[in-house]
Every structure is written in C-alpha cells, then in structure tokens.
C-alpha cells in the first residue's frame, strides 16, 4: 500500500491572508453515475426542483420559480444558500446568488447510450474566506456535496426504474 503524502500547507496563501488579502482558490466536485433508464424519464425528475433537491438531503428546501433556497447542517454549523437556476446546455445548472461561497455553480448533464443513462454533476465553488474562516474548508465542502449529488443520483436511478 503506497503511503500518502502530507498535505503541505499553503504559506503563499497564508502570508496573504496574514497581510490582509484574501485568498480564494476555485474547487471543483465532480460526480457521474450510469443506469439503466430514459432520459426523458430522467430529465423530468432533474427538472421538478423540489423533489430533486430534497433528494439531496438538505434539511430544508424552497422552491419559487427559479429561485431555490436550501438549508443544511453540517456539523455545528448550518448553512443557508439562495439559488438561481440559471442558462445551461445542460438539463439543469443554478448558481448561488447568497449564502456562504464566494461563488458557486452546479450543472448537471445528461447523456444516453445502449439502455442507459449517465448523470453527470459538476460543482465549481469558491469559498468566502471571510465569512468560514476555518471553520470550513473544501475538503468539508466536497465530501460533503459528493454525498448531496450521490444521495440525488439514488433518486434518480428508483424513478428510472419504476
């Protein structure tokens, strides 16, 4: 079994953070999932927001037009995020437009082929330093949306089975 490296710390960001700027690096969680189904079937289910978002898990969830508004505890703290769908060429994207990233957008994409369908989700994200400190770190924040997006794919996958 290969031994892990340890994560080293990131003193460029530090020495910025300790002068006063603030340090804010993009990450992304990724997840794709294949099953048997129809993408018709599929696509209808991404697109009733307040079932799918349900399915993620999220404590609490509203939904008006194209605004979503999700509450989730995480540990101690509870999170609380507005969203808007927004343009994608994909079946469904949203991006935060309050709450506790810098920036944040999800899409998720559909694809088909031979009986089956492939979800795939994609979360770009960058933390508000100032507001989660350390609190919080993208590790947290990716562990836990691969959680959120793999508990919506379980959804997904029953209704396409029914």
Not at 2 to 7: L, Q, S, V, Y
Not at 31 to 43: K, N
Not at 138 to 159: M, N, P, V, W, Y
């Amino acid at each position: 079994m290969a031994a892990t490296a340890p994560k080293l710390p990131n003193v460029f960001a530090e020495a910025l953070i300790g002068a006063g700027w603030q340090y804010v690096s993009m990450e992304s969680v990724s997840l794709s999932r294949s099953f048997e189904g129809d993408r018709a079937v599929v696509a209808d289910a991404m697109t009733d927001l307040k079932p799918f978002m349900e399915a993620a898990g999220f404590d609490g969830v509203a939904v008006d037009g194209d605004r979503i508004e999700i509450t989730n505890h995480v540990g101690l703290l509870t999170i609380e995020l507005a969203l808007r769908r927004i343009d994608s060429d994909g079946i469904l994207a949203y991006e935060q437009i309050d709450g506790i990233f810098d920036t944040m957008e999800t899409r998720y994409t559909l694809s088909e082929g031979d009986g089956t369908v492939t979800v795939t989700a994609t979360t770009d994200f960058e933390l508000d330093v100032a507001m989660v400190g350390s609190i919080l770190d993208g590790t947290i924040i990716a562990r836990q949306r691969k959680k959120e997006l793999s508990a919506q794919f379980d959804h997904l996958e029953e209704i396409a089975a029914e």
